[in-house]
């Protein structure tokens, strides 16, 4: 049966070709927990060809959210750029191009307090790491920082490509010095010094592709402070259970935390890491 619904789930034919290339690059092991998790979560009666056909549709939509990767609305950021190159610092156009992204377009009324409440802690920094950022830095304007580094970390090439080409409309008008590296957080990397880590909604997905990914990657981090969020509800809409942060918690000490609608936020020291 796995066999098959990866099978699929890699079938599907309306992904765009980026979103089928990752798609088809992921192979069983990458797969088979995420089919997991949502089977145990979900129960779906595999028998039942409707069931079915919403299994595959829910798996694909959790892939989204683990790699961005079913992300029908790259044409449309990409037109949004072009109107930003002409009006750099026009704040709708920002909001419109993070709602682009699931996961910015959930905190999107939200991003100013989010950052007030973040900086009051951590201070204001010069150096800021957004590891799996997804498109996470177009939200820069809503942080009232000025003259900082900004380095982005994305597995998506075409992530990459988008915000390579937002920090150099933005560089001079927000006075950042942005840059995207593309990474694969499962495999081992080399990380530059920053003030301040963010990590959004990103390591419940990369713990469950690897265990103890979460405690490796904090590690070797160089940084003083993390900002680590989780979201509160799953993808298929049901409330997160938060003892599923139990694994977290242990890592983690002395975390200065705070709710959003949808998510938790975790602020760390980074010499408070286990
Ligand atoms: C749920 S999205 C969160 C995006 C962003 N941090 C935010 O909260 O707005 C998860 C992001 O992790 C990235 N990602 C998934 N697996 C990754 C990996 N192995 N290495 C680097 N990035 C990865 C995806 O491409 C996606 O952009």
């Known amino acids: 049966m796995f066999n098959k619904i990866i099978l699929d789930i890699k079938r599907e034919k309306s992904y765009s070709n980026v979103s089928n290339r990752i798609i088809q690059s992921l192979d069983n092991k990458t797969l088979t927990p995420i ?4 089977l145990k979560e979900i129960k779906p009666n595999l028998n039942s060809k409707k069931e079915y056909t919403k299994t595959i549709k829910e798996i694909r939509k959790n892939l989204e959210g683990v790699y961005g990767a079913f992300n029908p609305e790259i044409k449309k950021r990409n037109k ?5 190159k002409k009006d750099s610092m026009n704040i709708e156009l920002h909001k419109r191009i993070l709602s682009t ?12 307090e989010i950052y007030k409440r973040i900086f009051e802690t951590t201070g204001k920094p010069k150096i800021i790491l957004d590891i799996a950022s997804g498109i996470n830095p177009v939200s820069i304007p809503f942080m009232n920082l000025d003259k900082i580094e900004y380095i982005a970390v994305e597995i998506n090439r075409e992530d990459i490509k988008f915000l390579e080409e937002y920090f150099s409309i933005i560089k001079d008008k927000y006075n ?15 990380f530059p010094e920053s003030d ?3 990590i959004f909604k990103a390591l419940d997905n990369l713990e469950t592709l690897r265990t103890n990914i979460t405690r490796h990657l904090l590690k070797s981090i160089p940084t003083k402070y993390f900002v680590i969020s989780f979201p509160t509800k799953t993808l298929y809409k049901k409330r997160l259970n938060i003892k599923r942060l139990a694994w977290f918690n242990k890592l983690v000490k002395q975390p200065i935390k705070f709710n ?6 975790y602020i760390v020291k980074k010499e408070n890491v286990y």
């Open 176 to 190: 950042v010095n942005g840059k995207a590296l593309q990474k694969n957080l499962i495999e081992k990397n080399n």
């Open 35 to 38: 089919i997991e998790s949502y």
């Open 196 to 198: 301040v880590c963010f």
């Open 260 to 265: 959003t609608k949808n998510e938790i936020f």
């Open 80 to 84: 949004i750029l072009r109107l930003l």
């Open 101 to 112: 992204h699931l996961s910015s377009r959930e905190r999107l009324a939200e991003y100013p």
